[in-house]
């Protein structure tokens, strides 16, 4: 099971955040901005909005690839497209634990 935040996922727009409401007040999980690697900010334009919805999903994509997979097993994907699984699997596992097993903090790009 994993230990991400339960509630639903907002996009906040007006705070430029990702929050949930937690007993009636939004509580931060991340902030919305494009910032270079000196730490100068640039204007929030679609790809930062595009991120924030991707990350406000990730709950439900999580939630939804678990569930395909189960039945993926019960259906022996396995057998029939055992790459595919075993990606499926690393994806699980970042989401869950932050890195998979030999991971190293590589992106995922390079594993897959």
Same mark, same amino acid.
């Given at each position: 099971?994993?230990?991400?935040?339960?509630?639903?996922?907002?996009?906040?727009?007006?705070?430029?955040?990702?929050?949930?409401?937690?007993?009636?007040? %939004?509580?931060?999980?991340? *902030?919305?901005? +494009? #910032?270079?690697?000196?730490?100068? $900010?640039?204007?929030?334009? @679609?790809?930062?909005?595009?991120?924030?919805?991707?990350?406000?999903?990730? %709950?439900?994509?999580?939630? *939804?690839?678990? +569930? #395909?997979?189960?039945?993926?097993? $019960?259906?022996?994907?396995? @057998?029939?497209?055992?790459?595919?699984?075993?990606?499926?699997?690393?994806?699980?596992?970042?989401?869950?634990?932050?890195? +998979?097993?030999?991971?190293?903090?590589?992106?995922?790009?390079?594993?897959?």
């Amino acid at each position: 099971m994993s230990n991400h935040t339960k509630e639903q996922w907002l996009v906040d727009r007006q705070d430029y955040c990702v929050c949930v409401m937690r007993d009636g007040d %939004p509580l931060e999980i991340a *902030t919305i901005g +494009a #910032m270079d690697h000196n730490g100068i $900010k640039f204007v929030i334009g @679609d790809e930062s909005w595009a991120n924030a919805y991707l990350m406000r999903t990730a %709950p439900e994509l999580l939630k *939804t690839l678990e +569930a #395909m997979m189960a039945k993926a097993y $019960k259906q022996n994907w396995n @057998d029939q497209y055992p790459d595919l699984l075993e990606q499926a699997e690393k994806v699980i596992a970042l989401a869950k634990a932050g890195s +998979a097993p030999g991971d190293g903090g590589e992106s995922l790009e390079q594993e897959l």
